[in-house]
């Protein structure tokens, strides 16, 4: 069995949709969500599956050896962020596989402060003619990683950030867990 933590900051619908793709799973379990916002919904999904639900706080994360020791001694295998937030100290780079998914086709509109709602605007604003989805493999820099997969998808002329955000949660959605599977398959 592949143990799978997830860290997320959000709302955690890809967290949900990840816990539900692998209910059941005969090879990979998501053993547990962890988050850096007390109040963040993720949290209370993530429980409502019977997911154990973890908050940690900056201090935690940063000098993060009991963290890392938690983690270990849950033989996680792989930390899977959706939608999280911070940049990963190199502790834990070091000590475990990370994968990302970003809202965007890096190197485009990737980095710090480029998440969620942010990317959308800049992306509308700019008239794209098309975005995407980037999961990608962390390293000790910000969306710089080894990509694992792109899709992308149109940038219709009358989007919102709001519309384009609806667009890219359906390709997350579809591409994401499958995406931690091949991964895991391939790396065993
Ligand atoms: C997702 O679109 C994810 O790609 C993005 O945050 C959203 C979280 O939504 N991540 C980033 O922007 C990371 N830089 P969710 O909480 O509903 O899963």
Redesign the pocket.
């Known amino acids: 069995m592949r143990n799978i933590a997830i860290f997320?900051?959000?709302?955690?619908?890809?967290?949900e949709?990840i816990i539900r793709y692998f209910k059941n799973h005969p090879d990979v379990r998501v053993d547990s969500v962890w988050s850096n916002k007390k109040e963040a919904f993720?949290l209370q999904r993530s429980k409502d599956l019977g997911i154990e639900s973890r908050y940690f706080t900056r201090e935690e994360f940063m000098v993060p050896d009991r963290m890392i020791r938690e983690l270990q001694s849950r033989n996680i295998d792989l930390i899977v962020?959706?939608?999280?937030?911070w940049l990963v100290p190199p502790e834990f780079v070091d000590a475990f596989t990370i994968i990302?998914?970003?809202?965007a086709l890096l190197p485009g509109y990737?980095g710090k402060g480029?998440?969620?709602s942010f990317?959308h605007e800049s992306v509308v604003n700019n008239k794209d003619k098309e975005s995407g989805?980037t999961i990608h493999l962390v390293n000790r820099e910000y969306?710089k990683g080894d990509h694992l997969l792109q899709v992308k998808c149109p940038v219709l002329p009358d989007d919102t950030p709001d519309t384009l955000?609806a667009r890219?949660?359906e390709l997350?959605y579809q591409f994401f867990p499958r995406a931690i599977e091949d991964f895991l398959n391939r790396n065993h």
């Open positions: 997320a900051s959000g709302s955690g619908s890809n967290a949709n993720v962020l959706a939608g999280f937030l990302n998914i970003h809202p990737g480029m998440y969620g990317v989805i969306d955000a890219i949660h997350e």
